[in-house]
């Protein structure tokens, strides 16, 4: 398991909009990360009703943020590589509200596709073994701005 201190440093999202505690695996294709900042009450993406569960996407987009960042190091390159999120397609929904969720969430994703101007995957996000949300997340790079 890596905990967010060994990676945190590799992506641009930072403080409270690094959602992610630790990646349980990872191959050259997948990763699985866990977080449990969904219930917390000083969430930046929680509303006056609660966390929804369109952020889940935002979920998906983080640990595929983590899985570029960590492949990237495994071939000794270590900077940091800022990118926009520029797509979400199938995106399907169970729940409305996600905040009340007890425990950890498990974040999975998958490359469908990767160069150096972007990048696509599938994500889902379970709880206790549901399925909370899934779809396809896309993002462009921007060249690589600082050197880690």
Same mark, same amino acid.
């Given at each position: 398991? +890596?905990? $967010?201190?060994?990676?945190?440093?590799?992506?641009? @999202?930072?403080?409270?909009?690094? =959602?992610? %505690?630790? &990646?349980?695996?990872?191959?050259?294709?997948?990763?699985?990360?866990?977080?449990?900042?969904?219930?917390?009450?000083?969430?930046?993406?929680?509303?006056?009703?609660?966390?929804?569960?369109?952020?889940?996407?935002?979920?998906?987009?983080?640990?595929?943020?983590?899985?570029?960042?960590? +492949?990237? $190091?495994?071939?000794?390159?270590?900077?940091?590589? @800022?990118?926009?999120?520029?797509? =979400?397609? %199938?995106? &399907?929904?169970?729940?409305?509200?996600?905040?009340?969720?007890?425990?950890?969430?498990?974040?999975?994703?998958?490359?469908?596709?990767?160069?150096?101007?972007?990048?696509?995957?599938?994500?889902?996000?379970?709880?206790?073994?549901?399925?909370?949300?899934?779809?396809?997340?896309?993002?462009?790079?921007?060249?690589?701005?600082?050197?880690?």
């Amino acid at each position: 398991m +890596l905990v $967010r201190a060994d990676w945190a440093h590799l992506i641009p @999202h930072a403080g409270a909009m690094c =959602l992610l %505690d630790a &990646v349980v695996t990872w191959d050259a294709t997948t990763i699985h990360a866990i977080s449990t900042h969904h219930t917390h009450a000083d969430h930046p993406l929680r509303g006056e009703r609660g966390l929804h569960a369109v952020h889940l996407a935002e979920y998906g987009a983080q640990a595929m943020a983590v899985h570029g960042a960590l +492949l990237a $190091r495994s071939q000794g390159i270590e900077t940091v590589r @800022h990118g926009q999120l520029v797509s =979400l397609r %199938d995106v &399907v929904l169970a729940e409305e509200y996600i905040d009340s969720l007890h425990g950890h969430l498990d974040v999975h994703t998958e490359c469908l596709y990767s160069d150096d101007s972007g990048s696509q995957y599938a994500f889902r996000v379970e709880h206790d073994g549901r399925l909370l949300a899934h779809g396809r997340t896309a993002a462009m790079y921007s060249r690589p701005t600082a050197p880690i």
